[in-house]
């Protein structure tokens, strides 16, 4: 089946601007994950959602920042008032059981 | 909170011989530990992992071994061939509970010269 898929796959943006960064997990998995990677460092988790509960926001850097999902489908990150330092890769996982989490291909975001 | 520190951070090794990277993590509460490959340009893929039950988990010429007691585990890559060149990254389960949420090391680039 499919696997998980992001959009877009580049976005360049000026700052100040807000941008939206969207998530298709894989059909079926409950969990939906969303992490930062920085060039040539780690993932930062920054969101988890699971199911219809409500999601885990403890790693979400600042208040720029908010996620939603609808049900267990599409999940949007949401970045307001960009900052340099936003520029990164940002990953969604998707997983069934907690465990074993399938990631998607993320949007590379570059702020002017 | 929980942290993970992996070392080294660029390994490079003949084509044939063994690689092994190790992470060390901080809350003894953490049972769960994946390990990523990244292909340069690509997404992190799932290549093994192991829960806290369990000491040791092999996959053909991959293997994780896990010591609680010690708070590390390593990934061990047997007969190396060039496409095992990438970034890896362990990761370790932020508790409480099994969210699956991960906290990730620093990735180690393997290079492995034909």
């Known amino acids: 089946g499919a696997g998980v898929s992001q959009s877009p796959s580049n976005k360049v943006t000026e700052k100040g601007k807000d941008v939206e960064l969207r998530c298709d997990p894989i059909?079926?998995?409950?969990?939906l994950y969303w992490y930062r990677q920085r060039l040539g460092q780690g993932l930062e988790f920054l969101i988890y959602f699971q199911g219809n509960s409500a999601p885990d926001k403890s790693g979400l850097p600042s208040d720029r920042f908010s996620a939603e999902r609808t049900g267990e489908s599409v999940s949007t990150l949401t970045i307001q008032r960009t900052q340099q330092e936003d520029s990164a890769v940002y990953l969604c996982?998707?997983?069934?059981?907690?465990?074993?989490?399938?990631f998607g291909p993320g949007t590379r975001l570059t702020v002017l | 909170g929980e942290n993970v520190e992996q070392h080294p951070s660029t390994l490079s090794v003949q084509e044939g011989d063994s690689a092994v990277i190790k992470c060390t993590y901080s809350d003894s509460a953490s049972n769960y530990f994946p390990w990523y490959k990244q292909e340069l340009g690509k997404r992190p893929q799932l290549i093994i992992d192991?829960?806290?039950?369990?000491g040791e988990k092999k996959d053909q010429r991959i293997a994780v071994t896990l010591n609680k007691t010690a708070k590390h585990f390593s990934l061990h890559i047997t007969e190396t061939q060039p496409e095992d060149s990438a970034v890896y990254f362990c990761a370790a389960s932020i508790p409480p509970g099994n969210t699956g949420k991960l906290i990730f090391g620093q990735g180690t680039t393997l290079q492995v010269k034909p």
């Open positions: 996982a998707s997983s069934l059981d907690t465990s074993k989490q399938f």
């Open positions: 059909s079926g998995h409950t969990a």
């Open positions: 192991i829960r806290s039950n369990v």
